[in-house]
């Protein structure tokens, strides 16, 4: 085994472990939390206490705490999720529409703003001290540094409430009533619920890979190759396309990892737009103590992460000439 591929497995044995103590943590988080999902049942009077008991033998939850966790962990090897509590539904039947929201919303936001940005980037780290340098690092710096929640009620403050170009909230008028996810995302009405909350996630989003595109090229920018190109003949712009393209990895490598945190970056974004997706269905799942769609939640957006950061390190020994699978040393 070469050492690069030690590596690699290194890597995966401490995410696998790292995911282990995450989903053990909200398991033990939930349980110690007062009261219980049956709670607000028994004082509405919809169940009596012997209903609550059957509920929650079928459950498991009458077993002891150490029987719970390891059915578990069991459950979320084979993806069995079970069925959720309050809902009376399978976890996946919850969740899947939930996730599919919110990889429409996040992941076409993701993408345009590591396009728009980096270029931008790109540009204004080749014209050091420009105004579009300052104004770019100033404004997406600020951007970044605001809570997302705060962006969103701002835009919706302005181009929902004052403007009325937009609605405020959620994915569709309550009116619409689609039939699969064709007519659902295919429709001027998802587009105008659309509007919003994508372009606050790409702002949110734009800060990040702005800087890092300028830190490369102002790194590249005094570099031999560029002078030799330089000496050939080249104009600015192609100089400019050669320190960019030379700058791409940590930009690849930054887009990678973001992609597999996806979810967990922009949950408070779907809270404030009411947007179904399963960052929201999360903090629901929370506050009303539905155990197996919070652990299932939790671990799929763990299991992101894990994914995201494997092919961090695949991309990274692919483009980058100084690691080498055979062996992980300098070329």
């Given amino acids: 085994m070469s050492k690069f591929q030690r ?63 390891v059915n578990y962990l069991g459950s979320l090897l084979t993806f069995q999720f079970g069925y959720s509590i309050l809902r009376s539904q399978p976890v996946w039947d919850v ?89 659902t995302f295919a429709s001027l009405d998802f587009l105008h619920h659309y509007i919003l909350p994508f372009t606050v996630a790409v702002l949110y989003y734009s800060g990040d890979f702005l800087l890092l595109a300028r830190n490369g090229v ?12 330089r000496a050939k003949g080249l104009t600015e712009m192609e100089q400019l396309a050669r320190a960019g393209r030379n700058s791409m990895l940590p930009i690849l490598t930054y887009f990678t990892l973001r992609l597999g945190m996806i979810f967990q970056g922009l949950i408070l974004l779907e809270v404030v737009f009411s947007w179904p997706g399963i960052g929201r269905e999360l903090v629901l799942a929370i506050q009303q103590q ?17 994914l995201a950061n494997l092919l961090a390190d695949v991309l990274y020994a692919y483009f980058d000439p100084t690691v080498s699978t055979s062996g992980g040393g300098s070329a």
Avoid: C
């Fill in 95 to 183: 969740l899947e529409p939930r996730l599919i929201n919110s990889l429409i919303l996040l992941v076409p936001a993701l993408v345009t703003t590591a396009i728009l940005s980096s270029i931008l980037g790109m540009y204004a780290g080749w014209n050091r001290g420009s105004r579009l340098e300052k104004f770019s690092i100033v404004s997406t710096t600020l951007l970044r540094s605001t809570p997302v929640f705060i962006t969103a009620i701002f835009f919706i403050i302005v181009f929902a409430y004052n403007l009325e170009i937009v609605p405020a909230l959620g994915m569709r008028s309550i009116r619409a009533t689609p039939d699969g996810y064709v007519e």
């Fill in 218 to 229: 102002v790194e590249k920018r005094g570099s031999e190759f560029l002078k030799l190109h």
């Fill in 290 to 306: 539905d155990y197996p769609l919070v652990q299932a939640a939790v671990f799929i957006m763990a299991l992101a992460v894990i």
């Fill in 7 to 69: 590596f690699l497995l290194k890597r995966l044995a401490i995410s696998v472990l790292l995911t282990l103590v995450a989903v053990s943590v909200i398991f033990v988080v939930l349980r110690l939390l007062p009261g219980s999902p049956f709670e607000a049942l028994v004082t509405s009077g919809n169940l009596n206490q012997e209903q609550i008991d059957e509920i929650r033998a079928m459950y498991g939850l009458d077993q002891s705490i150490w029987v719970q966790y």
